[in-house]
């Protein structure tokens, strides 16, 4: 385990390893896998899910992060593609499915640093197709009751990183079941595109609120969030999730705006997944952070 702490807060993360890593999905970013947030009694990124298996796909906590495969399309069942965050993984038949087991190639090498407020974990890769980065995160305790997530991705080959990149924010608040008190809200009027005709949730002039309790086993979702009026780019990059019962919550902020979200809710968990779209030309560097605030 990698921890940092101070007087009232303290994070816990998972070490990432290749063969007895806690997550070793190819989904999610290996770097900066959370085991806890401590803060004042409360652990706001306990396991929400069940059947907790190493390679089960979203067997993540807290703050989770997936960039979108690089070079899928150009490459042929069997090839090598690149996932920021896990490696060169091997093109499956069929349509990408994020969800699913890839076989990961080319693991890249990796370094973890770990000082008394930050925990910074490095991702080389060098791939023979062109492909080739160095990704650093660090994350930083920046007070008693918050923390920033850092990112700087350096193009290193001699193809354009090209997609996007968004966190899960698998917050789970105390684990109280998801209903009437889990409150969302934005700094702007948000819509966007529900799966269904929910009744148990929908848009306020805020942000997004429940009529009822979750029951295990439902879901809900919705897709391409953003400001009212203002199509999917340049929305504010910010959310605040608050669990009226226990006083507890969470509030996030990104300087760079979202192109998107998304927001996905099960009976246990409410998470909203903001996007960022990037472009990095070879030799040059991207670069943003998440600051936190724990309620």
């Avoid at 593609?81 to 069929?94: D, N, R, S």
């Avoid at 942000?207 to 979702?221: A, C, D, H, M, N």
């Amino acid at each position: 385990m990698l921890a940092i702490s101070n007087n009232t807060l303290k994070i816990t993360l998972h070490a990432p390893d290749g063969e007895k890593g806690y997550y070793r999905g190819t989904r999610f970013d290996w770097a900066g896998v959370f085991e806890s947030i401590e803060y004042r009694g409360c652990n706001y990124a306990e396991p929400w899910f069940e059947g907790y298996s190493p390679v089960r796909h979203d067997a993540v906590c807290g703050p989770a992060e997936e960039f979108s495969p690089i070079g899928l399309d150009a490459v042929a069942p069997g090839e090598p593609f690149l996932k920021i965050g896990v490696g060169m993984l091997e093109k499956m038949e069929g349509e990408y499915d994020r969800f699913k087991l890839h076989n990961i190639l080319d693991p890249g090498t990796r370094t973890v640093e770990v000082t008394q407020d930050s925990i910074v974990q490095t991702h080389k890769i060098d791939s023979a197709i062109g492909y080739a980065y160095e990704y650093v995160k660090e994350i930083r305790l920046t007070g008693e009751n918050s923390f920033c997530i850092s990112h700087r991705l350096t193009n290193k080959g001699v193809k354009d990183l090209k997609g996007d990149v968004y966190n899960h924010n698998f917050f789970t608040l105390g684990l109280l079941e998801t209903g009437q008190s889990r409150q969302l809200d934005f700094p702007y009027k948000p819509e966007g595109d529900w799966r269904a005709e929910y009744s148990e949730v929908g848009f306020t002039e805020s942000g997004i609120r429940f009529t009822r309790t979750l029951q295990k086993g439902e879901s809900v979702y919705t897709g391409n969030i953003h400001e009212a009026g203002k199509g999917l780019a340049g929305t504010p990059n910010a959310f605040e999730l608050r669990e009226m019962q226990t006083g507890r919550g969470v509030k996030a902020e990104c300087a760079l705006p979202m192109t998107k979200a998304v927001f996905w809710s099960y009976h246990l968990i409410a998470c909203i997944e903001p996007y960022i779209d990037f472009r990095v030309a070879p030799g040059e560097t991207f670069a943003f952070t998440i600051d936190y605030a724990l309620i």
